[in-house]
């Protein structure tokens, strides 16, 4: 237990050697707000073409609403997909290096034991 402490510390000195981001990085952050702002106009969009195609008895006006309920449905599509990378990627990352110090720690714990005179035979 009282290695958890300098195990931390041996982390946040790693990632900042690494110059690893942190899971809040602007680009991933940015990624996932522009996702967030064009899900939220293609729902807009998407609502708006749906009062449109019933406020009117014209065929070719429903249509055109069709064609714009569509491209609001992309919007929402590609804007949950920023979303996603945005917010999966940093998560990943942070992940990932986290990991990567477990197993090394793990690793010289089992080369210390290894090189034990009583630990090996």
């Known amino acids: 237990m009282d290695t958890q402490p300098d195990r931390i510390e041996q982390f946040k000195a790693d990632l900042a050697e690494m110059k690893i981001s942190d899971?809040?990085?602007?680009?991933?952050?940015?990624?996932?707000?522009?996702?967030?702002?064009?899900?939220?106009?293609?729902v807009v969009l998407t609502l708006v073409a749906y009062g449109l195609s019933h406020g009117t008895q014209n065929d070719l006006a429903q249509r055109d609403a069709i064609i714009v309920a569509l491209i609001g449905l992309a919007l929402?599509?590609?804007?949950?997909?920023?979303?996603?990378?945005?917010?999966?990627?940093?998560?990943?990352?942070?992940?990932?290096?986290?990991?990567?110090?477990?197993?090394?720690?793990?690793?010289?714990?089992l080369l210390a034991v290894r090189d034990t005179p009583t630990g090996g035979e």
């Open 76 to 109: 929402v599509a590609s804007g949950a997909v920023f979303y996603l990378k945005g917010t999966m990627t940093s998560f990943l990352r942070f992940w990932l290096v986290r990991d990567l110090h477990e197993r090394r720690a793990q690793t010289d714990r």
């Open 23 to 42: 899971p809040s990085a602007a680009r991933d952050q940015i990624a996932a707000r522009v996702g967030l702002g064009v899900m939220g106009v293609g």
